[in-house]
């Protein structure tokens, strides 16, 4: 077996960078300079055989305390080339560096329930009573609809509201009419908790102020299905006046007979 040699031992100390002012040793750099003044030298600031300086640097590294932008005018802090972020973009495009408009404050408006400071985000209330709302659990008006739900089982959750605006609640177990997760319509429950008895199918409950997430019995009205649900139930509940208008123009443009039907009493 061949004995194995040595190879070079490493080096323990190293020359000093060639540039005058650098006190950084040569270690991990080449051709003399150490490792950030090679790098700049491979940028073309120094000469590799020499090390002088080929040209100065252009890029500012730092501002100091108290520099403002260089625009006139302007007491911003400089980003780079002397400007602050807005006139260094307007010279990026080629913009004349004249002085900034003044930034437009958006008023804020706060939630219309009693007692919340927070931003209306969605028809006057906030975020937090927006979800409330969507929930059922408090009306377009704010005033509470129902207790929050307390929980049975985990793995039940609380009131939904489905995608036609009804409230879904968790009904108990073996309740007739309920869906896969437990849950029933509540206007229909609480008009059979009411009446003391299941409602029939051909039995609608009708919400009389139109607002399908209003569940109070005083809202509610049982009206007869098998005559046809638009009988008794008054159809433009959800519809406002500026699409009755439209609709009314559409039938006025593109199909007068109609139109002259649906206004045969105003008319008149």
Known sequence: MTERKPGRPPQVEWPACKIQQCSNMTKGGAHGFCHSHYVAARRGEFDLQTGGRLREPQRVASYGDGALCSVQGC???????????????????GRELGPLRERSVRAVTPCFIYGCNERATSKGMCQRHAHLRDRGRISEHGEPLRDAYKGGKKHYPGPIRNGYGYILVVASDGYTGRTKDGRVLEHRLVMEQKLGRLLEDWEIVHHINGIRSDNRFENLQILDGRKGHGEGHPPGHGVTLVEAQRALEYFKTNHPEEYARLTKGQNG
């Open 75 to 93: 007491g911003r802090r400089p980003k780079a080339l002397g400007l602050c972020q807005a006139h260094w973009l307007a010279q990026t495009h």
